[in-house]
């Protein structure tokens, strides 16, 4: 994309997240998208085949995640001797200046 697309697209999303951007911050914004647009076309020239499996993923795909355990859960007081502090569900502490 040229430099005037970038600038429409930042007022574009100005506009919609309805923020200002003065020209200062919208041409640092342009520069920042060039440059990780610049990130991804190098990776797209590495040539990487579409088999390899990515190492992580986020949102597409299978997760590995554990599953979840239910269990009772344990008051404050048994958790930890700082709930003999508590007063009023606050921590009692010294004072400081």
Avoid: C, H
């Avoid at 992580?56 to 958790?79: A, H, K, P």
């Amino acid at each position: 994309m040229s430099r005037v697309s970038w600038e429409k697209v930042i007022k574009r999303l100005s506009t919609l997240a309805l923020i200002e951007i003065d020209q200062a911050r919208s041409d640092s914004l342009s520069r920042d998208l060039e440059r990780i647009i610049e990130m991804f076309n190098k990776i797209n020239e590495l040539g990487i085949p579409e088999e390899v499996e990515p190492l992580y993923t986020t949102f597409f795909g299978e997760v590995n995640l554990r599953d979840d355990l239910e269990s009772e859960s344990m008051g404050i007081r048994e958790l930890d001797p700082v709930g003999e502090r508590l007063e009023d569900r606050y921590l009692k502490s010294p004072r400081t200046l």
